[in-house]
């Protein structure tokens, strides 16, 4: 049975909850699927409980976003301890400096004459940890732009005028508090991060594994990450990168043929670490 190992709810940027994907991936045959949202574990506990109800595995994951020599670098944690005390101090930081860099956002978009308010803005985030996706929705909404993706375009794109950086920890502090949270450190989408020549450094600092199969890896991609997988002896994922049917992709569960070996060697290696671990 296939597997799906890469999920957004709306615990982050998902248009989905954690029920509904479980109600889903139930409908759509899938054995084991991970929630993987950005930055946050908000969305695992309910995933899990439902999991157990319709027969479906689900992995305790995240996505933390992070840099590397000024490159934006996605790392995925698989079978996390999702109540760790040091994750979740770890993962409030960035949520309090979410908050702070959407203040920033809001103040400069009233100096160009755009007037939403932070209620406006933490009503669209709902549970979720306040990003940019929420400020857009609120411009698109309140008719200030024609589209989410004009949102970016004019106000809140790399090169627009009110982008902030956002914090994020460095690449060898994100794999770091993945490890101290007992889970698996993977590259996120390597395809579009392209620093195939820095993984020996990655694996350096402790990476265990890459995203092989992903919506953004046509096959040949694929062949090449599977290949260097296994030069590198590195754990293989993949999965969807469901976002819920709003995003670019659309409802995209599923649709990635991952077969269900990628998530038995996970389990697998998870297993020898737990096994040889102190605790």
Same mark, same amino acid.
């Given at each position: 049975?296939?597997?799906?190992?890469?999920i957004?709810?709306?615990?982050?940027d998902?248009g989905?909850?954690?029920?509904?994907v479980?109600?889903?991936?139930?409908? $759509?045959?899938?054995?084991?699927?991970a929630?993987?949202d950005?930055?946050?574990?908000?969305?695992?506990?309910?995933?899990?409980?439902?999991?157990? @109800? $319709?027969?479906? =595995? /689900?992995?305790? #994951?995240?996505?933390?976003?992070? @840099? *590397?020599?000024?490159?934006?670098?996605?790392?995925?944690?698989?079978?996390? &301890?999702?109540?760790?005390?040091?994750?979740?101090? #770890?993962? =409030?930081?960035?949520?309090?400096?979410? *908050?702070?860099?959407? /203040? =920033?956002?809001?103040? %400069?978009?009233?100096?160009?004459?755009?007037?939403?308010?932070?209620?406006?803005?933490?009503?669209?985030?709902?549970?979720?940890?306040?990003?940019?996706?929420?400020?857009?929705? /609120?411009?698109?909404?309140?008719? +200030?732009?024609?589209s989410?993706?004009?949102? *970016?375009n004019?106000?809140?794109?790399?090169?627009?005028?009110? +982008?902030?950086?956002?914090?994020?920890?460095?690449? @060898?502090?994100?794999?770091?508090?993945?490890?101290?949270?007992?889970?698996?450190?993977?590259f996120?989408?390597?395809?579009?991060? @392209?620093?195939?020549?820095?993984?020996? &450094? *990655?694996?350096?600092?402790?990476?265990?594994?890459?995203?092989? +199969?992903? /919506?953004?890896?046509?096959?040949?991609?694929?062949?090449?990450?599977?290949?260097?997988? =296994?030069?590198?002896? $590195?754990?293989?994922?993949?999965?969807?990168? %469901?976002?819920?049917?709003?995003?670019?992709?659309?409802?995209r569960?599923?649709?990635?043929? !991952?077969?269900?070996? !990628?998530?038995?060697? $996970?389990?697998?290696?998870?297993?020898?670490?737990?096994?040889?671990?102190?605790?």
């Amino acid at each position: 049975m296939p597997v799906d190992l890469h999920i957004h709810t709306t615990a982050s940027d998902g248009g989905l909850s954690p029920k509904q994907v479980v109600e889903l991936a139930s409908r $759509l045959g899938l054995s084991t699927i991970a929630i993987s949202d950005h930055d946050t574990v908000k969305g695992i506990d309910e995933a899990l409980a439902y999991g157990k @109800k $319709l027969h479906v =595995k /689900v992995i305790p #994951a995240l996505e933390l976003s992070s @840099k *590397f020599n000024s490159r934006d670098i996605h790392i995925l944690g698989y079978f996390i &301890d999702h109540k760790s005390k040091k994750l979740l101090k #770890a993962l =409030k930081h960035l949520r309090d400096s979410r *908050f702070e860099r959407a /203040v =920033k956002i809001i103040n %400069c978009l009233k100096k160009n004459g755009i007037a939403i308010s932070l209620d406006d803005v933490l009503a669209a985030a709902g549970s979720a940890s306040i990003g940019r996706p929420h400020i857009a929705r /609120v411009l698109h909404k309140k008719n +200030y732009v024609e589209s989410f993706a004009d949102a *970016f375009n004019k106000y809140l794109g790399k090169d627009a005028p009110c +982008y902030f950086e956002k914090f994020v920890y460095s690449l @060898k502090e994100a794999i770091g508090i993945i490890h101290e949270a007992g889970g698996l450190a993977v590259f996120a989408h390597p395809g579009l991060a @392209k620093v195939d020549e820095h993984i020996s &450094d *990655f694996i350096a600092m402790g990476l265990d594994g890459i995203e092989v +199969y992903h /919506v953004d890896h046509p096959p040949e991609v694929v062949a090449h990450y599977k290949k260097l997988a =296994k030069e590198y002896n $590195l754990l293989i994922a993949g999965g969807s990168d %469901c976002h819920g049917e709003a995003s670019r992709h659309g409802l995209r569960l599923g649709t990635i043929p !991952v077969p269900d070996e !990628v998530a038995d060697g $996970l389990k697998a290696r998870h297993s020898t670490h737990q096994a040889h671990s102190p605790h």
